[in-house]
């Protein structure tokens, strides 16, 4: 077990590290000139949804003709609008000398980066000339200070579901830690359908100086900003907007990333639009304008005969996401194939859980390494067999544990046939995979690309 491991044992020792955060966060707001300051941040939360939610808020503002600059767990930068400028950095670097124009990929395992890395992109994105920062905000973020001296213009939630407990503990902590986003923001963009979403409607609603308006809510079920006619398919969804408060006519929506869940992001970013004050068509032509978020729902074409999808999805809410749609894209006969991990150091409890999604959704599932960091890869790998064997599935048969993660992608695709569905579930973009003896270069997304090309050869 590493030193770190060992430390973070200690009773409290969450709690009794946070007047240290504070003082990062002082004396790196102080350092870079509080830049959060200068810019309208729109900051999005939630557990899952909060990236692609952010790269349409990120892509809209920019068509509409605000320069605007962004900063997620995938990539920072872009005050240019285009998501496919794409530069990398080495890992562990800040922003000096970037040019923030320009998207750099995030290298980094950590969504809302370290104060002081944030605070120096902050500063690089305000001096490139953004108007508007779109902020990805963890619940991590919010409790270690890292956003301190960021007035928030608009607070997005997206959902919360079962994350993270091996750092809050309960759910109820996890919870409050994401609200305190709301206490911070002038207004509020909050998933009605989510079963949680008066817990941060309320943070906004019980403010002495509230007016009509500093909520937007937004659901397929309920909300203000209704989805109606929804379509789902494999290039995307369409639906309608209906403002069930206003006059306007209805907002046709579509975009060019597929799953149900682009539907609640998608009128996430309506919501923060109609918000700023961007027209309706200002609004349509640039969630339409996005064409992609690496590693959310990606796709790997190399002449295969069946689909390879490449997708974050890591907590069991997420995962369920997946399945729900990708599901009506699979032909009767077909089969889905799946291939996830679990990270070490990181919530125990939702191993047996994710393994029985798995197991209940697949046909076919490979348990491989994920970011095991210092834990024993076998132990981790147990547990999802456990809950993928609660599903129905036999281990040695619809059911392999590989826990070199190239040799279970190269299985999969090996195994797929004409129709059939590869799911490479768990690291998305991310372009490390951290095992005991430190971080070692992986990306799902080459490593299907490279084997696919070589398969294609034989």
């Known amino acids: 077990m590493s030193l770190k491991a060992i430390v973070e044992k200690i009773p409290f020792y969450d709690s009794l590290v946070l007047p240290l955060h504070w003082g990062q966060a002082v004396v790196a707001g102080a350092k870079n000139g509080w830049p959060g300051k200068k810019m309208r941040v729109i900051a999005v939360t939630g557990t899952n949804g909060k990236t692609t939610t ?139 359908d989510d079963p949680n979403a008066e817990w941060f409607s309320g943070v906004v609603a019980a403010r002495k100086n509230y007016a009509e308006g500093d909520i937007f809510t937004y659901g397929i079920e309920q909300g203000r900003f209704v989805a109606t006619e929804v379509e789902l398919d494999a290039s995307g969804v369409k639906y309608s907007c209906h403002d069930m408060e206003g006059e306007k006519a209805d907002l046709a929506v579509e975009t060019q990333i597929p799953g149900k869940f682009n539907v609640y992001n998608s009128l996430a970013a309506v919501c ?103 834990e024993d890869p076998k132990e981790i790998a147990a547990m999802f067999v456990e809950g993928a064997e609660k599903a129905g599935k036999k281990l040695g048969e619809d059911l392999i544990v590989e826990l070199d993660r190239e040799v279970a992608i190269r299985k999969a695709l090996e195994m797929a046939s004409g129709g059939d569905l590869v799911l490479l579930l768990g690291k998305g973009h991310e372009k490390t995979i951290l095992r005991a003896d430190g971080p070692h270069e992986f990306e799902d997304i080459k490593v299907a690309q490279k084997i696919l090309r070589g398969l294609k050869e034989k």
Request: proline fraction near 1%; include cysteine; charged fraction near 30%.
């Open 54 to 192: 952010c790269f349409m808020i990120w892509k809209m503002l920019n068509e509409a003709g605000h320069k605007t600059g962004l900063l997620t767990t995938v990539a920072w930068g872009g005050v240019n609008g285009d998501e496919n400028d794409i530069v990398g950095v080495s890992a562990g670097s800040g922003a000096e000398g970037m040019d923030a124009l320009r998207m750099h990929k995030q290298f980094e395992h950590m969504t809302t980066e370290r104060v002081g890395v944030l605070n120096e992109r902050m500063k690089a994105i305000y001096e490139a000339g953004a108007e508007f920062l779109v902020l990805e905000t963890t619940s991590h973020a919010l409790v270690q200070f890292r956003t301190l001296g960021v007035p928030v213009e608009v607070a997005v939630f997206t959902n919360i579901t079962h994350e993270h407990l091996d750092y809050h503990k309960t759910f109820e902590k996890y919870r409050v830690a994401k609200m305190k986003l709301f206490k911070k923001a002038r207004f509020g963009v909050v998933n009605a």
């Open 272 to 374: 923060v639009g109609r918000r700023v004050g961007l027209e309706d068509a200002e609004i349509a032509r640039g969630i339409r304008s996005l064409s992609s978020v690496e590693g959310r729902m990606t796709r790997i074409r190399e002449g295969q005969d069946f689909e390879v999808i490449v997708d974050y999805a890591h907590a069991p809410d997420a995962l369920e996401k997946v399945f729900e749609s990708v599901g009506h894209a699979v032909d009767k006969g077909r089969r889905i194939i799946s291939v996830h991990g679990g990270a070490g150091r990181r919530d125990p409890s939702t191993r047996a859980i994710r393994g029985e999604i798995l197991g209940r959704e697949s046909d076919v599932v490979i348990i491989t390494e994920d970011d095991s960091r210092d």
